[in-house]
């Protein structure tokens, strides 16, 4: 079995090797190119995703109870209300 110590020693000269390359500088170019873009996207966090999913879902709600009202309301003016022949 390899000891945790050359597995550390390796892991250090490897991140040493890629602090001192031009990967680095590929990855740090990678970086800035991605947030410009996902910027660009206009994109939200998942707490404001769930915020907003949320507000519609008590609209919806609220939509539902608002409908059903009107339809109530609708029904009884149908019964109260007299025909046009009657008035």
Do not use: H
Request: glycine share 2%.
């Amino acid at each position: 079995m390899i000891n945790k110590n050359v597995i550390d020693e390796i892991n250090a000269k490897v991140s040493e090797i890629m602090q001192n390359s031009p990967a680095k500088d590929i990855e740090k170019n990678v970086r800035v190119l991605l947030s410009g873009a996902f910027s660009r996207l206009e994109l939200v966090t998942r707490d404001e995703f769930d915020v907003q999913q949320e507000v519609l879902q008590r609209t919806r709600e609220k939509l539902m109870i608002l409908e059903a009202k009107v339809t109530e309301l609708e029904a009884q003016l149908g019964t109260n209300e007299m025909p046009e022949s009657d008035k």
